[in-house]
């Protein structure tokens, strides 16, 4: 529509500030925001919060990478004691179960008094002068506007800021090609400790003891098997796919971890899909779903078949959310690069720290780790604030894996840990600017940090 056009439809919400994405970079922002006495409007394309988290069933959190494992984010720390007691996650809250951590996280949001519009998505945005005045949103009740002084996106693919205007990039930049998409899927009624039998035999026969762990109790499960690295289960999958039970690409990349509090219940990092994967294409995220369920079937009649414990389980699960690990990542007033994290920089503007690696997937897997070069004594890179605030804009922010970054650097910031700390961060800022009546990027990063950490927010030293 044009412009004129837009700005003829009804306006349907009005808030201090508008989130757009309930994932868990959009729900921190927005709880954030909201206890810094905003009035918040969170707005999601699906029927609950957590995105990756529990619509794409992405679970655990990866590690920092950094010793103690700090968050940086006073949110994740409440988050995990809040599904602790609900018995969702373990004393470290890394792994979680993910159908609590939507309903701890929903209820999260609404002891904070935001409002949440599901069901909604955000195909335009009505632009003043530097400033966003409208998103406009659609869902059952047609197309409508929401009107914000400020505006946080927080969508993975940065929708709201190139609606809006702002510039972005994609992909690798000498390819042009996304990082593969993944459609996770669970499955229940396995019995673990037969599978661990299973896996003791294969480590006695080829004496490679690998990446194929169940505990004594059977409550914990990780296994992985990408053709990239030799692993326990390598010949299994290789026999697999020369009878025909598997295809190359399911052992390009498969991964399994075991959910907490649900005995028998395995969460599985694929199948991966490594043509047609632009995360912002319709047809692609079709397409993911429709091979990626017909590639489920494949594999679990491969369990049935090969793995010992599979015999009476079944597909409990399958993500509405096709796992997206790359797609836009937007342009800010400072984009973070590979040679930051290499360096290990820091930055007196600072919101997240992380030494996780630059994971970058496909047939064969480079996850590159940052311990091999530059040691300053302090083992981790930073996120400045600046990687938040979207340039020529002066009421539009980013946060989550769509924040400033370029591809491999993107590669790393985009796991949990750095998306739940740039929602906090984002929200925070967003709430300061508004009471000081200033543009984002006036506001000190170091003030907002400080602010994290009076609030419970941990940091490496």
Not at 34 to 47: T, W, Y
Request: hydrophobic share 40%; net charge negative; charged share 25%.
């Amino acid at each position: 529509m044009d412009r004129q056009t837009l700005t003829q439809l009804p306006v349907s919400h009005r808030a201090d500030i508008v989130v757009c994405g309930a994932g868990v970079a959009g729900a921190f922002a927005a709880i954030a925001a909201a206890r810094e006495g905003m009035d918040v409007l969170l707005v999601e394309q699906f029927g609950m919060a957590g995105g990756s988290a529990t619509a794409g069933l992405v679970t655990p959190v990866m590690h920092s990478g950094i010793e103690g494992d700090p968050a940086c984010s006073y949110l994740s720390a409440e988050l995990r004691d809040r599904l602790r007691i609900a018995g969702g996650c373990d004393e470290s809250g890394r792994s979680f179960d993910p159908m609590l951590l939507k309903i701890v996280l929903e209820q999260m949001l609404a002891d904070a008094g935001v409002r949440l519009l599901y069901y909604t998505f955000v195909p335009d945005a009505i632009v003043e002068e530097g400033r966003v005045t409208s998103a406009v949103i659609a869902n059952k009740e047609g197309l409508s506007r929401i009107e914000g002084r400020m505006f946080i996106d927080c969508t993975g693919d940065g929708d709201l800021c190139v609606r809006a205007g702002a510039g972005f990039r994609k992909g690798n930049p000498k390819t042009g090609v996304n990082q593969p998409m993944s459609l996770r899927y669970v499955v229940d009624g396995v019995d673990t400790l037969a599978l661990r039998t299973l896996f003791e035999e294969v480590k006695a026969r080829t004496g490679v003891d690998r990446c194929a762990d169940v505990s004594e109790d059977g409550l914990y499960v990780y296994a992985d098997c990408c053709k990239a690295k030799p692993v326990t289960l390598t010949p299994v999958f290789e026999k697999a796919v020369a009878d025909g039970d598997l295809i190359p690409e399911d052992h390009f990349y498969w991964q399994a971890f075991s959910i907490e509090g649900r005995r028998g219940s395995i969460a599985f990092n694929c199948p991966e899909f490594f043509e047609h994967i632009d995360g912002t294409s319709v047809r692609d995220l079709t397409l993911a779903q429709i091979n990626g369920k017909r590639a489920i079937m494949r594999q679990m009649a491969f369990y049935r078949k090969c793995l010992r414990g599979f015999e009476h389980a079944w597909v409990s699960e399958i993500a509405p959310m096709v796992g997206v690990r790359e797609s836009r990542e937007i342009d800010t007033d400072y984009v973070l690069t590979a040679e930051d994290l290499f360096l290990k920089r820091k930055f007196d503007d600072m919101f997240c720290q992380s030494n996780y690696p630059i994971d970058v997937h496909g047939e064969m897997l480079s996850n590159t780790l940052l311990d091999k070069v530059t040691d300053d004594g302090k083992p981790w890179y930073e996120i400045p604030y600046r990687c938040l605030t979207v340039k020529g804009f002066d009421n539009l922010m980013v946060a989550g894996r769509c924040l400033g970054a370029e591809f491999a650097a993107e590669a790393s910031v985009r796991v949990q840990q750095s998306a739940r700390s740039s929602g906090e961060a984002a929200g925070i800022g967003a709430a300061m600017a508004l009471r000081q009546g200033v543009a984002p990027r006036e506001i000190d990063g170091a003030e907002i940090r400080a602010r994290m950490v009076a609030l419970g927010a941990k940091y490496a030293q």
